[in-house]
């Protein structure tokens, strides 16, 4: 029954045993949940709810635990979803755009609710993520919340909180903005439980960092010790872009609760963020006519491979500007395709389709093979009581009637992955790989029957298939005059009236399928020191044949580093490191695969600017050193360096300090006119005397201290100047 609003749908169902499902599009318009009436919508990348004027986008009162929400975007509202007295499931929903201007435009607000809020990402909001007050105990699941401007990405701190024991498991909360925000605060008389989170880059707003915090009526404290929880980067693919998907770097993969209850769907252990777990796919699991679709590999459609034998990128990737931006992925460009392969599909309602095999072969030949990699899902059952329980399934591979490899197609009722039909480890495989499938109906008696459908042009697929890795070393570096510079020597610039460098390096992919490379470098306390090179496939090299290797030991143009303007940037008496990168352009449809890099580490000595006329007698500053008129009987430390072997064959310092009283005469030594990396003192020269002269700044502000003694250029005297001097006083 077709509905003009998606409000129309909701008033006419009949509580207690429909769902109204909610086609793609946009809805300009406000919701009101009914008690045991679901709302699902098509997924939050095509079914968006905005209201037409600034209001609260979807309201829930007295809504039970049988009635769901999901499979939304809501945006643009001054709040997202706002609870009183409810517990219903509020699941894989994108809350994003609520009023930035506003503190009060939160995600998700609870009066008095206890709902369940798994696998959402809620981002860009004026006010918190989650807030929860009065009597609310909420299990908060696997969900992401991102750059939110007020308090705390998830908070049961407020006055009127209630003895409440909310579950706050598996959620990344990062804060991704500059305001004064805490990640998970709470306040007594509510004892949350607290496991397995990820909270990155509060502000310090409770005076013990704000990553996990109690009020206890009078002041705050910072939780440590909290079972599984990290405060690290979480690596997302790309804020900017709202895909907060997980790198294959981040620390939260198979971070999660250990539990099996909380797997990921490929049965590993449960991923951090609102794409781990079990999620409750709102897709289809059929079409309405008949036939089967592969429809998707990751988040990318099946239309954007290469289908034409002819065209020299067939089999690749190739994501058109308009599907970029209509599924929110990267524009994939000659891309092959690698690591684990999620295939999705659907099978046509008239087919009658029970299992099925999904078939692989070598393109250009008929040697098939069934694939047989295990494949699990959970079966979601919403009970008369308003509990939600799960039974897992093992769809496959099944043998039966002695056809083996079959996989059981899931038809009705709630499932994670509703259109999954297989999860493809590509390790080890390279070349075309031709992909189709074939239909099987179950007859009784433990028997099968193939069941011939009409075909179609999405019934079949081929794909390239590329798991190397890029090769990236940096071979040597050499000054403008191409003389060698030894391993640990110092770059001393300039060299013959010339500052730049001549490197040596390879950035290759031995297939052609290299995406880009990078030169750059970074000097002190990871400071950047500018860009000496980039490359890249995509308008440089993306001609035919769609393949670029890259370089293979090249000797660069004589080359400074240089900032985003194309401008030099000038080179810092400092240790730098000379960092190498680059990526292939292989995919799992869901983020880039391969990376490698390369890094050299060398002492950099600016004398001054290349080819600067020396100053004339005029010109040359005259510094004198006085003495006080008084002397001053202070205790001077008599300082005992020792140095012993680390465990990385690295000598370190092991510093002693005695103050003993003495009277004497300090007089301020002339400096010389250029001076001397880890020259603390400038008399021109580095020995223990400079050791000396450090110690005494040592603590001391910037402001208050001899320069030389700050070589991080940063507010204090501390451990990083020390560091970067012992790497001078070593001649590194």
């Not at 098509?42 to 968006?48: F, N, P, Q, R, Y």
């Not at 003694?709 to 790497?727: E, F, G, K, T, W």
Request: glycine fraction near 10%; hydrophobic fraction near 35%.
């Amino acid at each position: 029954h077709p509905y003009n609003t998606i409000g129309e749908g909701i008033l006419a169902a009949t509580p207690g045993s429909q769902v109204v499902r909610v086609l793609p599009g946009h809805y300009g318009e406000t919701v009101t949940m009914r008690d045991q009436v679901s709302l699902i919508g098509s997924g939050a990348d095509s079914t968006t709810i905005e209201p037409a004027t600034p209001a609260t986008a979807i309201s829930c009162i007295g809504i039970g635990s049988d009635t769901l929400l999901v499979g939304f975007q809501i945006t643009n509202a001054r709040t997202g979803v706002y609870c009183l007295n409810s517990s219903l499931q509020i699941r894989e929903n994108v809350i994003t755009d609520m009023d930035y201007a506003s503190l009060a435009a939160d995600g998700i607000r609870l009066d008095d609710s206890s709902p369940a809020i798994a696998n959402n990402v809620i981002h860009h909001v004026g006010g918190m993520g989650v807030r929860g007050q009065g009597n609310s105990s909420p299990a908060i699941v696997n969900n992401t919340i991102f750059d939110y401007g007020y308090y705390a990405g998830i908070s049961f701190a407020a006055l009127n909180i209630g003895p409440v024991s909310p579950a706050i498991r598996n959620n990344i909360v990062a804060r991704g903005n500059s305001a004064p925000v805490g990640g998970v605060l709470w306040r007594l008389p509510a004892v949350p439980l607290v496991e397995y989170n990820n909270v990155f880059d509060p502000a310090n707003v409770t005076g013990g960092g704000s990553y996990f915090a109690v009020h206890d009526g009078t002041t705050w404290h910072e939780v440590s010790g909290l079972v599984g929880s990290i405060t690290s980067d979480p690596d997302f693919v790309d804020t900017a872009h709202g895909n907060f998907r997980l790198n294959p770097s981040s620390p939260c993969i198979d971070a999660g609760d250990p539990s099996p209850v909380y797997n990921d769907i490929d049965g590993s252990r449960n991923d951090m963020g609102a794409f781990g777990g079990q999620r409750m796919d709102s897709g289809e699991s059929s079409h309405p006519g008949s036939g089967f679709l592969f429809t998707s590999i990751g988040n990318v459609p099946l239309t954007e491979i290469v289908a034409d034998p002819l065209d020299p990128s067939h089999g690749l990737l190739k994501v058109s500007e308009v599907a970029a931006q209509d599924f929110h992925i990267p524009r994939y460009t000659d891309s092959p395709l690698g690591g684990t392969l999620w295939l999705h599909g659907l099978f046509g309602a008239m087919d009658g389709v029970d299992y099925y095999q999904i078939l692989a072969a070598t393109y250009g030949t008929s040697a098939t093979t069934t694939l047989n990699a295990p494949l699990t899902k959970y079966r979601f059952t919403i009970n008369p009581d308003g509990t939600l329980t799960w039974t897992r399934h093992q769809m496959g591979p099944l043998s039966i009637g002695g056809v083996d490899n079959l996989y059981l197609l899931n038809k009705t009722g709630y499932w994670t992955f509703t259109d999954l039909r297989y999860i493809w480890n590509t390790s080890g495989l390279s070349g075309k790989y031709s992909v189709s499938y074939r239909a099987f109906r179950d007859m009784g008696g433990g028997t099968v029957m193939e069941v011939p459908l009409p075909r179609n042009d999405l019934d079949h697929f081929t794909i390239l298939i590329n798991n190397t890795a890029p090769q990236m070393m940096i071979e040597d570096v050499a000054y403008s005059d191409h003389l060698s510079i030894a391993e640990c020597e110092k770059i001393t610039l300039p060299h013959g009236g010339d500052d730049r460098l001549v490197f040596t390096l390879t950035a290759w992919h031995p297939e052609g399928f290299l995406r880009y490379f990078l030169l750059n470098c970074w000097w002190g306390n990871n400071r950047y020191g500018g860009r000496f090179v980039y490359d890249q496939y995509v308008g440089a090299h993306d001609g035919a044949p769609p393949f670029w290797q890259g370089v293979l030991s090249h000797q660069l143009d004589p080359l400074r580093p240089v900032n985003e303007m194309g401008d030099p940037v000038p080179w810092q008496n400092c240790a730098y490191r000379f960092h190498l990168e680059g990526s292939t352009r292989a995919t799992d449809g869901i983020t880039y695969l391969y990376w490698s890099g390369d890094e050299l580490f060398q002492s950099v000595v600016s004398t001054g600017p290349a080819d600067t006329p020396t100053p004339t007698e005029a010109e040359t500053p005259t510094v004198t050193a006085t003495e006080p008129d008084t002397p001053t009987a202070t205790p001077t430390p008599t300082v005992t360096a020792t140095w012993t072997e680390s465990p990385t064959g690295v000598a370190t310092p092991t510093w002693t300090a005695t103050a003993a009283p003495t009277a004497s005469f300090t007089a301020a030594p002339t400096p010389t006119a250029t001076p001397v990396p880890g020259d603390t003192n400038g008399d021109g020269m580095t020995n223990k005397d400079d050791l000396f002269y450090f110690v005494q700044d040592w603590k001391l502000p910037s402001e208050e201290a001899d320069p030389n003694c700050n070589p991080s250029q940063d507010d204090r005297i501390d451990h990083h100047d020390l560091l970067l001097l012992i790497q001078y006083w070593l001649g590194r």
